[in-house]
């Protein structure tokens, strides 16, 4: 019996040091950057102004980068105007968040396409185009999924859709990745992360 007892105070020991140090590594791992250099490729691509806009337009401030396509009939819509309304509660003056709208549609959505539409849900929002070459490297190099779809499967040359990744993308102040927001989120938590996003730079 005496064995036994103390074959189990060592079990416990050794089970809460195991614990001790777990919870230690998920303290260290939670407050670590998930990335030591920036997320994604560099890119040259166009703004909705016609301006030329690379990388570095995700520096300086936290940035929330959506993938999408104007002609998405729910997704697209529904998350520019849920992050707008987002960014206006956590950052009224606008001065320490800033969002793009990428097009996984570049065929379609020009530059004028885009600046009408994103101007219709947010003004906080710049929508991003380019050769559909040089989009296509951004969509890999940023782990992007989109895929066009035709919309008759008989006749894959007419009209189309495009599956995409639904998430926004959530960056620090150095581009790095920080999370994400998934699509349906609870606005609480969305709000919640773009704070965190915020105070964290």
Known sequence: MKY??????????????????????????????????????PFTLVAQNGQPITEQAFRGKPTALFFGFTHCP???????????????????AGEKLQAYFVTVDPERDTPGVLNQY????????????????????????????????????????????????????LLDSEGRFAGTIAYGENPDTAVKKLENLISKG
């Open 4 to 41: 036994f007892r103390v074959a189990v105070w060592v079990a416990v020991v050794i089970v809460a040091a195991m614990l001790g140090w777990l919870t230690m590594n998920i303290t260290r791992t939670k407050d670590m950057p998930l990335a030591e250099g920036p997320f994604g490729v």
């Open 74 to 92: 729910e997704v697209c819509p529904t998350t520019l105007f849920e992050l707008g309304g987002w960014m206006e509660k956590v950052d009224p």
């Open 118 to 169: 994103v101007s219709n849900v947010s003004k906080r929002i710049t929508g991003i185009s380019g050769p559909p070459d040089k989009i296509a490297d951004v969509i890999k190099g940023f782990r992007v999924y989109a895929k066009k779809v035709p919309v008759d499967e008989n006749n894959p040359n007419g009209d189309y859709t495009m599956d995409h990744t639904a998430s926004v993308f």
